[in-house]
């Protein structure tokens, strides 16, 4: 009986015991964006990364992460943490009155400054999704960003 309790012991000591081999590795990754251009240093910046092409680049409630940065005079680069590896597309907005939203003149014209991932534009509207993916597939992806004014 105390054989059979003690193998039964050594054989779910085993079932639960996981070495660090067996642990998953570590699929997430930190996106660094360095700002090429900043007209002033007025409001935040609005960034907004998506997944896939559902509400891109307007709609930031449907984006998979948003963040408003504050604009200091040490700002140089932004730091996206903990993403999951995938397919990805950024719109970033320097919200110089901070309300939230890319303004524009009386004919759809920005008056502040955007940009994209890839530094794509579009032309007569913004750039369609898939001109602005990338891949996040290692630890550290570094995107260098220029806004346009």
Known sequence: MIQLLLILSLIGSMITHQSTSDLPLKDTGTIIIELETLKNRNGAILITLFSDENGFPDEWEKAFRSEIVPITAELREIRLEDI???????????DENENMELDTNFFGVPKEGYGFSNNVRGRFGPPR???????????IYVHQIRLNY
């Open 84 to 94: 999951p590896h995938g397919t990805y597309g950024l719109a970033i907005i320097h």
């Open 129 to 139: 999704f898939s001109d602005t993916q990338f891949v996040l597939d290692s630890d």
